[in-house]
């Protein structure tokens, strides 16, 4: 019913950039919270920043001032621009989303499969 793709992963070197991007489509009335997770090899998945639909962020305390998040509500699109990345930052980063399907109905939480993002030393 309802997908969320993730693209703009890739491999980058420590003190670069880059910006993700997930998308939502199918069967969708209204998108609530939306959120980026990440989940490094032998960890557990973590939060990394969320956002309201009116725009209010939080962040991880290990992204604060060099991670944006953002969305598009016209395109139910949420993005992650990360900046002065870090080895540690390596992870496949998830992103989700708070979607009510139709009036009246139960907000569910839907996931995306996940983009790679590796930073090299």
């Known amino acids: 019913q309802v997908q969320l793709v993730e693209s703009g992963g890739g491999l980058v070197q420590a003190g670069g950039s880059l910006r993700l991007s997930c998308a939502a489509s199918g069967r969708i009335f209204r998108i609530n919270g939306m959120g980026w997770y990440r989940q490094a090899p032998g960890k557990q998945r973590e939060l990394v920043a969320g956002i309201t639909r009116l725009g209010n962020t939080n962040y991880a305390d290990s992204v604060k001032g060099r991670f944006t998040i953002s969305r598009d509500n016209a395109k139910n699109t949420v993005y992650l621009q990360m900046n002065s990345l870090k080895p540690e930052d390596t992870a496949v980063y998830y992103c989700?989303?708070?979607?009510?399907?139709?009036?009246?109905?139960?907000?569910?939480?839907?996931w995306g499969k996940g983009t790679l993002v590796t930073v090299s030393s």
């Open positions: 989700n989303a708070e979607i009510y399907n139709s009036i009246g109905s139960l907000a569910i939480t839907y």
